[in-house]
Every structure is written in structure tokens, then in C-alpha cells.
């Protein structure tokens, strides 16, 4: 089973209906146990960084994420939940983020642009294809993917960032790290590329 961690936000349902559209075993859980047993885990995420962290440390949750990641088990952090992978946010510069992936999240720059980035825009993939990643099967370049947000992750370590997109700037918007898989677009609003990136996680 693939546990959508459930500690009071992020849009959970729209992501427990992309996987079950795709067939696959995932439900939204806040139980230890159904955690612990789960074979892959999906970290949402929707408003801002210290509201996310504040939820999360009061689930009570975040000594078991940190066991259970530190055991390999695979993670998909999506939007908000990318972010919270990092040490800190200039969003809320009083909350500690998970620190799981160095580096921190900062404000989009984008000269003449709205922000919040909103709507879609195109990804354009850092490294070659494999099949252990999450863009096995589409186009170089040309995918476009739905995105909503008005901060960026920046990691210490550049090669861990799979894919950019650009909005006044050059913006991450997938990391991988070991066993860490993180979005910054939504990949369950996403339509038939969205629903093969998690088909990807599905399989890894």
C-alpha cells in the first residue's frame, strides 16, 4: 500500500483519486502502523511552510517519517510538501523545515510577472531518462505540468534537482535525493503527464 499522509493539509483526496485512477493500492492515513507497513509514502502540502510544519509536528508524525526515510523507504513530497523536505523557508523563517534535502526555500523573483506562479508551464528535465525516475516516458522539454506557488526550493547541492521550469527566473520544480521524490507542481491536476509521473512512482 502507498500511505497520502494525512496531517491536516493538502489536497488528499485529488491525490488518492490520481493513483486510484491508475489502479494502484494508496490510501490517507495518519496511523503509525498503516505508515510504518506502507510500502511507499506521498507527503501533500497546499499554503504556507510554518502552517505545514506546525500541522506536522503536531501530528506527531515527524520521528517516524525520519525513521522510516532513513530506512530507504521511497517519498513523494508534492507542492508545499516538496518544500517542508528543506531545512527552512523564507515564508516562515521561524519554522524549521524537515531537513531531509540542505537548502532553503525562497520567494519567487519575477520581475513584471504575478506571483503566485500559478497555472501551467512547461518542465524542462536536468538529467537523462531511466526508468528510476520520475519522467520515464516523456518528452524532453515539452511536457507541460500545473503549478501553484509563490516560493521555490533552492538545494545546497544542485545535482538533486531533476527538472526547472522557468517564471522570471529559472525555478526547481522536481528534486530527487536517494529515496526522496518531491514535485513542486501538482502532479494529481496535471492531466495524462501528471498521471504518468505518479505511474512512474508507482512502479519504482
Not at 502507498?2 to 493513483?19: H, M, P, Q, R
Not at 496511523?31 to 505545514?52: Q, T
Not at 526555500?105 to 520520475?134: E, F, Y
Not at 529515496?179 to 494529481?188: L, R, S, Y
Request: glycine share 10%; aromatic share 8%.
Amino acid at each position: 500500500m502507498i500511505a497520502i499522509i494525512d496531517y491536516g493539509v493538502g489536497n488528499l483526496f485529488s491525490v488518492e483519486k490520481a493513483f486510484a485512477a491508475l489502479g494502484a493500492e494508496a490510501g490517507i492515513t495518519s496511523n503509525p502502523l498503516e505508515i510504518k507497513s506502507a510500502d511507499k509514502l506521498v507527503l501533500p502540502g497546499v499554503g504556507a511552510f510554518g502552517d505545514c510544519m506546525k500541522n506536522l509536528e503536531e501530528s506527531g508524525l515527524i520521528p517516524l517519517l525520519k525513521e522510516e526515510v532513513a530506512g530507504g523507504k521511497l517519498l513523494l513530497g508534492i507542492c508545499v510538501g516538496l518544500q517542508i523536505l528543506f531545512d527552512g523557508s523564507e515564508e516562515s523563517s521561524e519554522a524549521q523545515g524537515l531537513g531531509f534535502i540542505s537548502g532553503q526555500v525562497k520567494k519567487i523573483q519575477a520581475d513584471g510577472l504575478k506571483v503566485p506562479h500559478m497555472g501551467w508551464n512547461r518542465l524542462h528535465m536536468c538529467k537523462p531518462h531511466s526508468t528510476q525516475d520520475l519522467f520515464a516516458g516523456l518528452a524532453q522539454d515539452k511536457e507541460y505540468v500545473y503549478f501553484v506557488h509563490s516560493y521555490y526550493a533552492v538545494p545546497e547541492d544542485k545535482s538533486v534537482v531533476t527538472a526547472t521550469t522557468d517564471y522570471g527566473e529559472t525555478l526547481t520544480a522536481a528534486v530527487q535525493a536517494k529515496n526522496i521524490f518531491a514535485t513542486q507542481f501538482h502532479p494529481e491536476k496535471s492531466g495524462d503527464v501528471g498521471l504518468r509521473i505518479i505511474e512512474n512512482f508507482c512502479r519504482l
